[in-house]
Nanobody, 122 residues
Framework: QVQLVESGGGLVQAGDSLRLSCAAS????????MGWFRQAPGKEREFVAA????????YHADSVKGRFTISRDNAKNTVYLQMNNLKPEDTAVYYC???????????????WGQGTQVTVSS
């Protein structure tokens, strides 16, 4: 069982930066691939970024490539999402997820956090 708690969301202006954190419980954090997803009102959950268990592989959605960066610190059981040059269309609830497979599909992730709201004003 893995419990995930996101933090770092908030209200910012377009062009600002935020860093989201996701703290995980459990001793086997490094064995899980981690993903960030987001969901805006009235829209389906959307893949943002994923990182392999050892951090050696990452994958970012085209919509955030060059602006967002996923990373992890296995010693701290934490995964991060650095978000730069935020745009109003980035407004959403951001979720972190843990799974056995490094993938962009939300269905392969087993554990999910409660989410943190990111709102970007124009």
């Amino acid at each position: 069982q893995v419990q995930l708690v996101e933090s770092g969301g908030g209200l910012v202006q377009a062009g600002d930066s935020l860093r989201l954190s996701c703290a995980a419980s459990g001793r086997t954090f490094s064995s899980y691939a981690m993903g960030w997803f987001r969901q805006a009102p009235g829209k389906e959950r959307e893949f943002v970024a994923a990182i392999s268990g050892n951090g050696g592989s990452t994958y970012h959605a085209d919509s955030v490539k060059g602006r967002f960066t996923i990373s992890r610190d296995n010693a701290k059981n934490t995964v991060y999402l650095q978000m730069n040059n935020l745009k109003p269309e980035d407004t959403a609830v951001y979720y972190c997820a843990a799974g056995q497979t490094f993938h962009s599909l939300p269905t392969v992730y087993v554990y999910w956090g409660q989410g943190t709201q990111v709102t970007v004003s124009s």
